[in-house]
């Protein structure tokens, strides 16, 4: 018997750890089971739009950073999560994508982070407005077990999650909760 050499990974919402109602799928294959399932962009796309109406509450596309958003923009009232992929810890391209989701789209869904959730990402993430990690890294998984999750405690910049105490000028600093 042969040990796993994949890292475990664990669906955390700021909640705190659950079970992931969601699969990946390759295919809309997936779609005839039940489930949840979460399909790469062009199988998306392919979809017969009857198909993706009555499969909403099920369906979730995944995002890979060279991906236009713009693709699903018009579907996403046909989306009940978008996940955003970070394969690499210096491509920040799904940063944006998760904060126009947001802020120019106003996508009501889950927006959940895949491939490499780091600790330093994190808080910024949870300001961008994600709101669902897939974590695999042993030290955020750890310190997520402890309840860190980590931060500073001033900011300059304005976020897609609303300051807890009411709007505030973006130019100036502000203590984050």
Same mark, same amino acid.
């Given at each position: 018997?042969? /040990?796993?050499?994949?890292?475990?990974?664990?669906?955390?919402?700021?909640?705190?750890?659950?079970?992931?109602?969601w699969?990946?799928? @390759?295919?809309? #294959?997936?779609?005839?089971?039940?489930?949840?399932?979460?399909? !790469?962009? %062009? !199988?998306?796309? #392919?979809?017969?739009? @009857?198909?993706?109406?009555?499969?909403? @509450?099920?369906?979730g596309?995944?995002?890979? !950073?060279g991906d236009?958003? /713009?693709?699903?923009?018009?579907?996403? #009232?046909?989306?009940?999560?978008?996940?955003?992929?970070f394969?690499?810890?210096n491509?920040?391209?799904?940063?944006? +994508?998760?904060?126009l989701?947001?802020?120019?789209?106003?996508?009501?869904?889950?927006v959940?982070?895949?491939? %490499? *959730?780091? *600790?330093?990402?994190?808080?910024?993430?949870?300001?961008?407005?994600?709101? @669902?990690f897939?974590?695999?890294? !042993?030290?955020?998984? +750890?310190?997520?077990e402890?309840?860190?999750?980590?931060?500073?405690?001033?900011?300059?910049q304005?976020?897609?999650?609303?300051?807890? +105490?009411?709007? +505030?000028?973006?130019?100036?600093?502000v203590r984050?909760?």
């Amino acid at each position: 018997m042969t /040990e796993s050499t994949t890292p475990e990974t664990r669906l955390w919402t700021p909640e705190g750890f659950r079970e992931d109602e969601w699969a990946h799928a @390759e295919n809309a #294959d997936a779609l005839s089971g039940n489930g949840r399932f979460i399909l !790469p962009l %062009q !199988p998306f796309l #392919d979809l017969d739009p @009857e198909v993706r109406l009555s499969a909403r @509450e099920r369906l979730g596309v995944l995002l890979q !950073p060279g991906d236009q958003l /713009e693709k699903i923009a018009d579907l996403l #009232d046909q989306l009940s999560l978008v996940a955003l992929a970070f394969p690499a810890f210096n491509d920040g391209r799904s940063f944006s +994508k998760g904060e126009l989701l947001r802020s120019r789209y106003h996508f009501e869904g889950a927006v959940r982070a895949t491939g %490499q *959730v780091l *600790v330093d990402q994190l808080p910024h993430m949870l300001r961008l407005g994600f709101d @669902e990690f897939e974590i695999s890294n !042993p030290v955020l998984l +750890k310190r997520l077990e402890e309840g860190r999750t980590g931060g500073l405690g001033l900011y300059y910049q304005p976020a897609a999650v609303p300051e807890p +105490k009411g709007p +505030k000028y973006s130019w100036r600093r502000v203590r984050s909760s």
